[in-house]
């Protein structure tokens, strides 16, 4: 017998007002209920320091609806500041969905962001990184599962790693993922994400980063890793 087919997405005003959608299979959003933007601002773009970075080069675990990416684009173009941007997603959503979740952009970074809805996969076609760039850096989106993507040597000043939770997505929270994660880092670079689970701390630690645990906003903790190895 065929699996039940998931239901539709689920749109949700979350606390500082910003939407985000419901996964039908996972069952989880795409964002902090406690403030889509507000995560993106203060967990990823802020904790791992890149609103200050001169030259940022983010590595995201799981694109979803662009919303870190977005916020992170805005911030480098008000700085005036070249984003190299490569994101890992093995379930790109619908176009008509990341349209539906806004995130408010000044005139350049809409301007990009209609560039990657443009260039957004259609349902079904075979799924080629989108890849983008102009004055304002690049984005890379591998639509690949970051169990087997291999990821770049020292490469990331920053890494936000914001799969779904470890309880119903426990793949790229492993100790094999972390490993490859601290290898793609340089040293300095900092790695932010939302859950404080044991696990999560446990394998980060072992793959080389230290790790510590952050006051969040709306939730008791994030956490905060730094790439410590030299060279
Ligand atoms: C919490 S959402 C990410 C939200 C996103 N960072 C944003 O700013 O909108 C988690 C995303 O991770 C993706 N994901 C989960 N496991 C993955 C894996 N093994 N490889 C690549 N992407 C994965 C999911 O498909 C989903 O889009």
Redesign the pocket.
């Known amino acids: 017998m065929n699996a039940p087919e998931p239901g539709p997405f689920e749109r949700l005003e979350t606390a500082d007002g910003s939407p ?1 959608l419901v ?1 039908p299979r ?1 069952k ?4 902090s209920v406690h403030g ?1 933007l507000t995560q ?1 601002r203060k967990l ?1 773009l802020e904790l791992t320091r890149t609103h200050l970075d001169p030259r940022p080069r983010v590595l ?11 916020v992170t684009l805005e911030s480098a173009l008000s700085r005036g500041v070249r984003l190299e941007y490569l ?7 619908e176009r008509s969905l990341l349209e539906s ?1 806004e995130v408010p952009l000044e005139g350049a970074a809409r301007e990009v962001w209609g560039e990657v809805l443009g260039r957004w996969p259609e349902v079904g076609s075979p799924l080629e990184p989108l890849r983008l760039s102009g004055e304002w850096g690049s984005l890379e989106i591998r639509f ?4 087997e ?1 291999q990821f770049p040597r020292v490469w990331a000043t920053a890494i ?1 790693l ?3 939770s470890p309880a119903v ?1 426990p ?2 929270w492993s100790l094999e ?1 972390t490993r490859k994660l601290h290898r793609a880092a340089q040293p300095g670079a900092w790695l932010a994400t939302y859950s404080v689970a044991g696990s999560v701390r446990r394998n980060l630690t072992q793959a080389g980063f230290a790790v510590e645990r952050v006051p969040g906003v709306g939730k008791k903790a994030w956490l905060l890793a730094l790439c410590s190895r030299s060279g």
């Open positions: 985000t996964h996972f989880e959003a795409y964002s889509a993106a990823y995201e675990v799981g694109f979803g609806l662009g919303v870190n990416f977005r994101s890992y997603e093995f379930a790109p959503v979740v690949e599962d970051v169990g993507a936000y914001d799969p779904f997505n793949e790229p993922v």
